[in-house]
């Protein structure tokens, strides 16, 4: 039966149709793959051989090309707004001039021997240092593309003519057109109009997202700077194209025209500047002949008390901005005090004394405490209170001796009201007011303070340029917080308010500052019957005009209105005659100065002593107004500061005058104008 089994496993079975059958390679497969692989074969054969040719036969030509085609991008400089004047004169223009530029990728970087020595020969042309050169190429080090400037001027010179004959001795230079700042003014309102420069790194990162770019020009101080998207105008676009050693192959294709910026017209009136810059140096000329020698700064603010605008805006000492054009160099700058190293020895230059400078305004402020305490009722226009020698004070700690504060005259004992303790500024009248609101009841709070807030004080004008300061108005909380055990080591002492403290404050002194700005708004707030002003200077920006069309309007900035604080009429009446009285009665302060001048001038003089510990001399102050009592309101404020100028009578009422002469001269004539009494002592 096994081997029954066994013949019948070797019989023939047919195929099973789910098992596939083995592949064979069979003649007609072979001749397939044969004709596959020669065609595979002649083709690499053709892509080898074109490989070849393009790279050897063809690699010469086509590297020449390439060279020869690279494309280099020029920017072409937008001509920059104008700032103008009331009157449409420029402060700032603009004027062509010619810029030298290096394109960092097209020196020769081989090596960095190799790369100076480019450097040195552009050096030995154009006579800039070569430090100043890598300097300003390495602050673009993130940005190989964009030339860099290396030296500027006016008018095209022997030097740059030198250049444009060989560029081809100098790869990677360029000449080109650009627009420089030009000042038909000279310094006239440097510290207004400020200056310009080219973006920095630091500038960049946050401008960036705003379209600004390496190698932009952009403002870098006062209006320049507030108003450089108006004024910077858009580059245009050129391109070319060099080869590998930077030599041009081609001329230049527009591809982008400038557009110009636009210009800014401002409430400033050129002739009332230069008066006012003028005034300032003929008043600390007088103050150093009064034998304050230390006068050595100053600041004047002439403003429109009717909607705020400026007129003119004066800070002493300044300098001249065209230092800032063509080739800026540290030498120059030092030599301005426009540098750290020498800004304290030039008195800071750069700083605007009406916005920035802070000084304690002494008896221009007391006008403030007399308006406060006649609209809380601590007195009445009638009030009479007695004018002496010295105001005493009993101490506040039993067995302690009283505290004494001192009169400018030592000798006077009178009573007097408050038009009279104005003109004759009796510093003892307005010490027993600063007693009586240091005496009121908690649930009054701070009167003067709050008074002299409402006037603008220990905050910022909102001056449509800056920077501004917003002073110092002191109050009791301020004290608290100034004075801890981590500043002061008599901090419980001094935190506390104490009587002297108001009764100083009364008078414009102790720890209250104010910028000159303040002042000429506050009496601004006196001169318009009691509103509150936004001091401005930018009335509107504008483009186009020139030859006999008229620039067209891009902007108008009106200011707000101004707003009123809520003061009595019949208080404010008051305080303006004592103002008035100050300028033309027998015993006002600045009747020498303002008493004969033909159009009548209310204002209040003051002495601030700036630091009993030093010794620097009192802050000359004047403030004032005009006309007075005419048909027509007043319609010009003056503040006057001299710095260490001694009596407000002896230098800033003065220096004030002279600012009055200059706007009234159309209406008084040559004659009303200059012949009008001179400042007296």
């Known amino acids: 039966m096994a081997s029954r089994a066994r013949s019948g496993s070797n019989r023939f079975l047919p195929p099973d149709p789910r098992v596939e059958e083995p592949y064979r390679f069979t003649p007609q497969l072979a001749l397939r793959l044969g004709i596959l692989g020669a065609l595979a074969l002649v083709i690499f054969g053709v892509l080898f051989f074109r490989l070849w040719a393009l790279q050897v036969l063809s690699g010469p030509q ?9 494309v280099r991008s020029l920017r072409l400089p937008a001509q920059r707004g104008e700032i103008l004047d009331r009157n449409g004169r420029p402060l700032v223009a603009t004027i062509p001039g010619t810029a030298v530029a290096v394109s960092p990728q097209d020196l020769d970087k081989s090596s960095y021997q190799s790369w100076l020595a480019e450097l040195r020969r552009l050096s030995h042309v154009l006579h800039v240092p070569v430090p100043q050169m890598v300097a300003q190429i390495k602050l673009r080090k993130n940005d190989p593309v964009t030339p860099v400037i290396v030296r500027q001027s006016v008018k ?65 101080a006062g209006l320049e700077s507030t108003y450089d998207s108006y004024l910077r105008g858009r580059d245009g676009l050129a391109q070319r194209t060099v080869d590998s050693f930077g030599h041009r192959t081609s001329g230049l294709v527009l591809k982008r025209p400038p557009q110009p910026g636009e210009s800014v017209q401002l409430t400033l009136d050129v002739n009332l500047q230069r008066a006012a810059e003028q005034a300032l140096a003929y008043g600390i000329q007088l103050a150093r002949n009064n034998q304050q020698y230390q006068a050595d700064g100053g600041a ?17 000492p300044s300098y001249d901005p065209r230092v800032y054009t063509g080739r800026v160099t540290n030498k120059r700058l030092a030599a301005a005090g426009l540098t750290t190293a020498t800004a304290r020895a030039r008195n800071f230059p750069a700083l605007n004394r009406a916005l920035d400078g802070v000084y304690p305004a002494g008896s221009t402020f007391k006008p403030v405490t007399a308006l406060a305490a006649l609209q809380t009722h601590v007195i009445s226009p009638s009030t009479v209170l007695p004018c002496t020698g010295e105001y005493v004070v009993p101490s506040q700690f039993p067995g302690g001796a009283p505290q004494v504060f001192h009169n400018v005259d030592p000798f006077i004992d009178e009573a007097m009201t408050l038009p009279t303790a ?49 002073g110092l108005l002191p109050t009791p909380e301020w004290r608290h917080r100034t ?41 601004a707030l006196i001169a318009n019957g009691g509103k509150l002003v936004r001091p401005h200077l930018v009335a509107d920006v504008t483009e186009g005009g020139g030859g006999r069309s008229q620039p067209r309007v891009v902007k108008r900035f009106t200011a707000p209105a101004p707003q009123p604080v809520g003061l009595d009429p019949f208080y404010l009446n008051a305080v303006r005659d004592g103002l008035y009285q100050a300028t033309h009665s027998s015993i006002g302060t600045s009747a020498g100065v303002f008493g004969t001048f033909p159009v009548q001038i209310a204002g209040k003089t003051g002495t601030a002593q700036k630091n009993p510990n030093t010794s620097q001399l009192d802050q000359s102050w004047w403030c004032g107004y005009g006309p007075v009592n005419s048909s027509e309101p007043p319609d010009i404020v003056v503040c006057a500061l001299i710095e260490n100028g001694g009596f407000g009578a002896d230098a800033a009422a003065p220096a004030a005058l002279q600012v009055f002469q200059q706007h009234f001269r159309k209406s008084l004539g040559a004659t009303g104008a200059t012949g009008a009494t001179g400042p007296v002592g």
């Not at 004047?300 to 002493?316: F, W």
């Not at 005496?439 to 340029?465: C, E, I, N, R, Y």
């Open 62 to 70: 086509y590297l020449k090309a390439s060279l020869d085609n690279q």
């Open 156 to 220: 095209r010179d022997a030097p740059v003519d030198y250049l444009s004959e060989h560029l081809d001795q100098f790869p990677g230079v360029q000449i080109v057109n650009t627009y420089l700042r030009s000042y038909p003014y000279g310094s006239l309102a440097a510290q207004l109009v400020g200056y310009v420069s080219q973006i920095s790194p630091q500038e960049l990162k946050q401008l960036g997202p705003k379209g600004y770019q390496a190698g932009d020009v952009i403002g870098q």
């Open 300 to 316: 004047i603010v002439a403003l429109d008390p009717r909607d705020g605008s400026i007129l003119a805006m004066a800070s002493s």
């Open 422 to 470: 104005l003109a004759e500024s009796c510093d003892t009248w307005f010490y027993q007011l600063g007693d009586d609101f240091y005496k009121a009841p908690p649930s009054a709070g701070h009167p003067l303070q709050a008074w002299a807030a409402k006037f603008g004080f220990g905050k910022k004008t909102g001056v449509d340029v800056g920077p501004e300061t917003a």
């Open 483 to 523: 004075f801890t055990a981590k500043t002061d080591p008599n901090w419980r002492i001094d935190r506390e308010w104490k009587p002297g403290d108001s009764i100083q404050l009364a008078i414009g002194q102790k720890d209250l500052l104010v910028t000159p700005l303040q002042m000429a708004r506050f009496y």
